[in-house]
């Protein structure tokens, strides 16, 4: 059975830090794109983050030098480290793992559709 397991969030004041944590089981972890993604009531889910299998990332303008994504294949984990975090970042986060027919995964995609498995989710609150 596969599984995307979330874990950290929480509340935190402007301009403090969190990290968020995947961890994946049921599946083959180290070949699949994984990625964040957030939600807000009445939003569009976006995407703010992307790994391939060889570690190369992507971010949204809206977190980039903000938000750190990294993966230890080791461990089946994604990580996400929030950085200076704002209001605006308040929202539902949700991990992803996308594979490409069956074989390694590389470079990056926004199209929520092309991700195969999501996590439950985690609430994240940034108080002004």
């Known amino acids: 059975q596969v599984l995307l397991a979330q874990s950290g969030g929480g509340s935190v004041q402007a301009g403090g830090s969190l990290r968020l944590s995947c961890y994946g089981n049921?599946?083959?972890?180290?070949?699949?794109?994984m990625a964040w993604y957030r939600q807000t009531p009445g939003k569009e889910r976006e995407g703010l983050a992307t790994?391939?299998?060889?570690?190369?990332?992507n971010y949204a303008d809206s977190v980039k030098d903000r938000f750190t994504v990294s993966r230890d294949n080791a461990k089946n984990t994604l990580y996400l480290e929030m950085n200076n975090l704002q209001p605006e970042d308040t929202a539902m986060y949700y991990c992803?793992?996308?594979?490409?027919?069956?074989?390694?995964?590389?470079?990056?995609?926004?199209?929520?559709?092309?991700?195969?498995?999501w996590g439950q989710g985690t609430q994240v609150t940034v108080s002004s």
């Open positions: 992803a793992a996308r594979s490409v027919r069956g074989d390694l995964c590389y470079g990056h995609s926004w199209w929520s559709v092309e991700y195969n498995f």
């Open positions: 049921g599946f083959s972890y180290f070949g699949y794109c």
């Open positions: 790994v391939d299998t060889v570690g190369s990332t």
